[in-house]
């Protein structure tokens, strides 16, 4: 059964974004421009957090923020939010690198999941929130 608020990605889908080490957008893919709603303007200086959907634990991001400021890949379920309030489910890889200027920040891969994914996560999120 399909949510009306929901956005669904297509299968082929590969959602790109680029943030400095603070969660500054540096680049997003025309892809990830689309699902968000945002255009390239709108999103370049904004934090990453614009697309941040209310029903994401903050654990959740502890553990992304943790894990790739010690110089690690993280990999995740995440529900996003785009501009117009609607959301769209992912699963992430974040990389931590540093870029020729030598200046550190972080790349982010999205593709689609699965039904049995989102179901497993939308509960498990659900839970998490409710002992924050």
């Known amino acids: 059964m399909s949510d009306m608020n929901e956005i669904e990605l297509d299968t ?9 080490e603070k969660g500054i957008i540096r680049f997003a893919n ?9 255009s390239l303007d ?7 957090s614009i697309v ?3 029903d994401m ?3 959740a991001f502890k553990d992304l923020w943790d894990t790739i400021k010690k110089g690690e890949r993280w990999r995740g379920f ?12 992912v699963f992430a890889t974040v990389y931590p690198f540093i870029s020729c200027d030598g200046s550190k920040g972080y ?3 999205r593709r689609k ?20």
């Not at 709108?42 to 990453?48: Q, R, S, Y």
């Not at 995440?78 to 489910?89: E, L, M, P, S, T």
């Not at 999941?113 to 924050?132: G, H, N, P, V, W």
């Open 78 to 89: 995440v529900k996003n939010r785009a501009k117009d309030g609607r959301y769209y489910w």
């Open 12 to 20: 082929k889908a590969f959602l790109v974004s680029e943030t400095d």
């Open 57 to 59: 634990p903050r654990a």
């Open 42 to 48: 709108e999103l370049l200086g904004k934090p990453h």
């Open 52 to 54: 941040r959907h209310p």
């Open 113 to 132: 999941i699965s039904q049995m994914e989102k179901e497993k996560y939308e509960a498990l999120y659900k839970e998490m929130r409710a002992k924050e």
């Open 107 to 109: 790349i982010s891969c």
């Open 30 to 38: 025309d892809e990830f421009c689309k699902y968000a709603g945002y």
